[in-house]
């Protein structure tokens, strides 16, 4: 069984019966399509069973290189953008310290490059690495992304600079394509330890891949753990090909919802620490739905915080909004609010409670006043946060996606539209080959 549970008591009342139905009779049906691969975009499957096909030696493999890259590291860098490098972020982020770049946690600090082209973050990051010792991943399925490969340009020369060059191959570990791309090419040509994204994973599903695997090693974070949830979730959605499956439940909750007019999802936590976890969701959902004129935009918020600043649009701006919430039932730790003799802010009443026991109060406080206001909320509950509930929810999440995205009928796994921009950069660069579109693009 999972850990998960999906509450669906909070759509009631936005949508009819009737309303659900019409996606649960889809369910079957579009589980059989993703297992037996015949939908749009089959090429890109490879994640569905990819849990199960984790062996024990790759996952030997993976601590082992970490380990290595552990034992030299202050700071370890991981270069890659959108699916090369949220699925890791999320993972190591959910499950640090919250003060991890403060504090002493016995782990290299993780940091993240080739995300962005702001010159000062580079600087920032080089001034920073030349006061370190560090090595790092260069992740990219393609190998020819620009931001990455800009970044790692830069960050290669650094490395090298610093260490020699035969010192730095031994701190640089290149994810990659099997056979093409300009980041193979080098790999090769330089002698990186190489892993390898396999064909048939996008990258916004490649977490479970050396992608995400071998970063989050790095943090120092059980990845077998990781893989085991992944793989009980896997086991019970081929078990569970129906609509009373946990992920089947919200995909059809998110459809239905979407046809009845509610066309943004807003992802909730009440946990700072899976704020990354729904910047991995966004791209994941944004990416693989919004399409053809159609999809759900996905948003995230983190409450209590942003209740002081996203809560006033969400209570009673446009009624276009769902809201996704995922509650962490049991945290960690305790935490108790002290009792105080002079009772200046008036909070004795509260004294000697849990925090957590606030937070889950204002959970229930928040869900029953956006409903009200006119926002369905699906609930997400899950015991608590460690390695295997996050493996768990990574494949929750992916299988969710992949339903909801054939019901909505597109192609959940391309991503035709993050070509454009591209196009017009490499034009006003000065690219070779693009000097037409150079010439129109000047003229705007
Ligand atoms: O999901 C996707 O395919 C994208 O977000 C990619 O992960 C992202 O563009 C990076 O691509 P690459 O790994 O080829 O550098």
Redesign the pocket.
């Not at 890659?80 to 090369?84: D, F, K, Y």
């Given at each position: 069984m999972t850990d998960i549970k999906v509450e669906l008591s909070h759509i009631k009342g936005f949508i009819s019966e009737n309303q659900l139905d019409t996606y649960k009779k889809k369910v079957a049906a579009t589980f059989d399509t993703i297992y037996s691969r015949t939908g749009a975009g089959n090429d890109f499957l490879g994640w569905v069973n990819l849990p199960s096909s984790i062996t024990a030696d790759f996952i030997k493999d993976v601590k082992a290189t970490a380990e290595a890259l552990r034992k030299k590291s202050e700071v370890f860098v991981v270069v890659?953008?959108?699916?090369?490098y949220?699925g890791a972020r999320a993972v190591i982020e959910a499950l640090s310290n919250h003060f991890a770049q403060l504090v002493e946690t016995g782990s290299p600090k993780i940091i993240y490059a080739g995300h962005n082209m702001s010159e000062d973050y580079m600087h920032d990051l080089i001034e920073l690495l030349d006061k370190k010792e560090y090595s790092m991943t260069v992740?990219?399925?393609?190998?020819?992304?620009t931001?990455?490969a800009v970044a790692f340009r830069i960050l290669k020369n650094h490395i090298e600079k610093k260490y020699g060059k035969e010192e730095a191959k031994t701190r640089i570990v290149a994810i990659?394509d099997k056979a093409k791309?300009a980041l193979k090419v080098l790999s090769d040509s330089e002698g990186y330890k190489t892993y390898v994204?396999p064909d048939d994973v996008?990258?916004?599903?490649?977490v479970l891949t050396p992608?995400g695997l071998l970063p989050i090693a790095v943090a120092g974070i059980d990845i077998e753990k990781l893989v085991a949830g992944a793989q009980l979730m896997e086991k019970y959605c081929i078990d569970n090909q129906n609509d009373g499956n946990v992920a089947a439940q919200y995909a059809v909750a998110r459809q239905a919802l979407y046809h009845a007019g509610k066309t943004n999802e807003i992802l909730v936590n009440y946990e700072p620490r899976l704020c990354y976890f729904s910047e991995w969701w966004k791209?994941l959902y944004g990416?693989s739905e919004g399409k053809d004129g159609k999809g759900i935009f996905p948003a995230s918020v983190t409450f209590t915080t942003d209740l002081h600043s996203m809560g006033q649009y969400i209570q009673e701006g446009l009624r276009n909004l769902m809201e996704t919430v995922i509650s962490v039932e049991n945290p960690a730790n305790d935490v108790r609010i002290p009792q105080d003799d002079a009772n200046l802010d008036q909070m004795n009443y509260i004294a000697g409670r849990r925090l957590n026991d606030v937070n889950q109060t204002a959970e229930k406080a928040t869900i029953l006043a956006h409903v009200d206001g006119g926002v369905p909320n699906i609930r997400i509950a899950v015991p608590r946060i460690d390695a295997n509930v996050l493996g768990q929810l990574i494949y929750f999440f992916e299988i969710g996606c992949a339903l909801s995205g054939y019901m909505l009928e597109v192609n959940p796994f391309n991503?035709p539209g993050?070509e454009a921009y591209k196009k017009n950069m490499f034009a006003l660069l000065g690219k070779p080959g693009y000097e037409e579109l150079r010439e129109k693009l000047l003229k705007r």
């Open positions: 890659g953008i959108g699916g090369s949220l992740i990219s399925k393609s190998g020819t992304t931001e990455p990659t791309g994204v996008g990258g916004r599903y490649s992608v791209q990416e991503q993050v």
